[in-house]
């Protein structure tokens, strides 16, 4: 091992076979989802035209613990545990006392942290003859592991992508069908959610998502698939903490001052915090525990806390959570993973509840810091956990004017490959802030239903 990058792994029998589940441990229960017709709790049979028994069940469990399923480990084991390394070079470009590690997801085959819930999404699934999974995309790291995960287990899938990302991000898509997917740009002309807005669009996760949700409601053979927000897929990637737990301990670091994480629906950041905010709870540590989004979709920073749909249509479910309002569509920034208008509930409930901090960064500052990461550290990360990587140097720095010894864990939830076109435009001076204005923000959660 070099002294520059050190690298934690686990052995096979170190292997996590379980998935955590916050909600049993959380200090006061989380509200429930509302239907949008009643406004009354959603139960089981609410869900059951879109999602498997297996995924509903683990939407509304309690239960500390649920084993993972062998089919899944043993797809997991492609490419799980994920390395966890400690940024030596990195430190000492900083000069800080901080010890700064990154958890790396970027390892999978689709390159991000979720293929942790596609291939168990699509294992339930297939458990009951689904035939077609639809789904929808922002950046498309979601749709990439979805189609993997769908060939896999002789599925077909279907994509909405998020028009922005679908024009500006042609080799994603490209991924997406090498795996076997098929994309369509949001807002199509396939469906009636699609035909609500003109073709050249720039779209949004909640456009996507209506129209997904929309085909598979109409086909008994399809179920859709969600990559992020609900409780069953926070659940699927807490294999990432779990695992970063244990390759801590490794390292010597029996507890953590700062845990960070960029979040957009919610589920990367939830992945790698919930085990940590579990260790908290217990009083075995006590890391400040942050969310960072951008500052052009501040959905934990200045959105409201209240019930609001999940997509722009109103076909999901009320949820309770932070949102920028359904009819929000943010600017087309590139980390198109961080474009949604609201947060996943449970995330929003640990916020709510002051388990877990938010700040929001302009997309300049964090491509800033993802250039010295890759020219320390050899890894162009992904435009979305640039935003972690911004939030962990101004900690960094820090420590540094104080002298204080840190220890700092980063999720790094993917890796920037496919995304050169955003560093290019940073690096060629056209990459622009748009924080969001205070008059589009009244506009947007204007159109919030009263419950």
Not at 236 to 248: D, F, K, M, N, P
Request: with cysteine.
């Amino acid at each position: 091992m070099s002294d520059d990058q050190i690298m934690f792994t686990l052995d096979e029998s170190e292997q996590v076979t379980h998935w955590y589940n916050i909600v049993a441990d959380l200090p006061t229960p989380p509200p429930p989802p509302l239907h949008p017709g009643t406004r009354e709790p959603v139960g089981p049979d609410d869900l059951a035209p879109l999602f498997p028994i297996e995924l509903i069940m683990q939407e509304v469990t309690g239960e500390r613990y649920v084993e993972i399923p062998g089919p899944v480990l043993d797809v997991y084991k492609q490419y799980r545990p994920s390395p966890l390394y400690r940024a030596r070079r990195w430190e000492q470009k900083l000069g800080t006392p901080a010890r700064i590690y990154y958890k790396y997801e970027g390892v999978s085959p689709a390159g991000s942290h979720k293929t942790n819930t596609a291939i168990p999404q699509v294992y339930y699934n297939s458990l009951h003859g689904i035939r077609r999974l639809t789904t929808e995309t922002g950046a498309g790291q979601w749709g990439t592991a979805l189609s993997y995960a769908a060939a896999l287990f002789d599925v077909e899938c279907e994509v909405w992508q998020v028009g922005a990302s679908y024009d500006t991000k042609p080799q994603r898509r490209t991924l997406i069908e090498v795996f076997g997917g098929t994309v369509h740009r949001s807002p199509s002309r396939l469906t009636e959610s699609g035909k609500a807005f003109p073709e050249d669009h720039p779209g949004s996760l909640g456009i996507a998502i209506s129209e997904a949700v929309e085909v598979a409601a109409q086909d008994e053979s399809s179920k859709y698939a969600l990559g992020s927000v609900l409780n069953h897929v926070l659940l699927h990637q807490t294999v990432i903490g779990e695992e970063a737990l244990r390759q801590l301990a490794k390292a010597g670091e029996s507890s953590v001052d700062l845990v960070v994480g960029c979040a957009g629906g919610g589920s990367n950041f939830a992945g790698l915090a919930f085990p940590f905010l579990r260790e908290k709870l217990a009083g075995n540590q006590d890391p400040t525990i942050l969310a960072v989004e951008p500052s052009s979709c501040p959905t934990l920073t200045r959105g409201e806390y209240r019930y609001d749909f999940g997509d722009t249509a109103g076909l999901t479910p009320l949820m309770k959570m932070y949102t920028l309002g359904h009819d929000f569509v943010p600017s087309p920034i590139h980390a198109g993973g961080l474009r949604y208008h609201g947060m996943a509930p449970l995330v929003s409930h640990a916020v709510h509840e002051g388990l877990i901090e938010a700040t929001a960064l302009h997309q300049s500052e964090c491509f800033e810091a993802g250039l010295e990461f890759a020219r320390t550290q050899g890894i162009v990360a992904a435009p979305e956990s640039s935003h972690a990587l911004a939030q962990a140097r101004r900690e960094a720095l820090a420590a540094k004017e104080s002298g204080e010894e840190k220890v700092i864990v980063i999720g790094l939830s993917g890796h920037g490959l496919l995304e050169l076109g955003a560093y290019d435009a940073f690096l060629s001076g056209r990459l622009e802030d748009d924080p969001l204005s205070d008059d589009a923000l009244a506009t947007a959660l204007a159109g919030v239903p009263i419950v």
